[in-house]
């Protein structure tokens, strides 16, 4: 029984340093790599596999904790464990400011650690299959850097048009996981709130806006080193691909919402970030950012608006984010948002922190407070 730590797997990442005795692992996170095997400058994404340790204490010290791209995301985080890949949960981590070690206990035998659960290419198959066996049509806008396919599900035949894109950062997986929620509930032919949204609007949902990054294990950009959600402005076909294609898509349908899902590596909540820093933004889009908010509050605790990013964050490149261009491209409600990679704070659950299962219930909220923005843009115009 040799001990070994592994990654050549979809979405893994980590380098070993050590590795000879289970209590004295050493690690480092790598960065995000592009199609040519070069490292671009983001490093934060973790997930691998301990094997050969069954029955022993394990400790994994990341030594380089202290000089990834987010380090104060691992002050009062805790890493994610599973030896199926399917039931994950936290387990001790502690961080003095360079080193993080994480101590899951007696091993079984394979052990599988990540930043967050981690959202397959397999599994994104499957869910876009699902949804098309449920009534969504599959869309295909064209293609990774790496070939690997942008698809969008077209859900409804109402005329209002709702987009909906997840994993521009691929490591921000709990995005798919929302998504997931999202489609469940948006295709469910027993929930009448699902029957009259698709009678209103059509769906254009994005699962995974960055196929390649997600495959390599990467936490923000694609294969070719872009950081997609700095693209928007000017995407290209060479470098960004997965942008151009889905933005021509949304020039061609127009948007009445736009809706951005990304998780935040420091934050303890869930929030959005919106447009109102947008020179063109205007009272009519303050109001519906404000009641679209307020209703979701309603629709999800989980959902607040008291901690979030300041308006002033993107101050010189505020129309390379996607949000911010759509919002300021259509007139229309355009919301980043973000959930935590730690746990929520206003509701912390220290066994699963933030999960995939609470990403997803995020997901099914959405749809109520969209429910009202596509009432009240009917009345009001
Ligand atoms: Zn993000």
Redesign the pocket.
Known sequence: MTLHVSSAFDGGAIDVLRCDAPDAIELAIRRDLRADGTASEFLQWFYFRVSGAAGRPLALRIVNAGSTTYPKGWEGYAAVASFDRRTWQRVPTQFDGEVMTIRPGVACDPLYLAYFEPYSWERHLDLLADAVARGAALRRLGASVQGRDVDALVIGTGARVVWIIAR??PG?TMAEWFVEGLLDRLLDDADPLARELRRRATFYVVPNMNPDGSVLGNLRTNAAGANL?REWLAPSRETSPEVACVREAMHASGVDAFFDI??DENLPYVFVAGCEMLPAFGERQRAEQLAFCEDFKRASPDFQTRHGYSPDKYRDELLKLASKYVGHTFGCLSLTLEMPFKDNADAPDPRTGWSAARSRQLGRALLDPLYGHLLRIETAR
């Open positions: 521009q950062h921000e959600n990304h998780g």
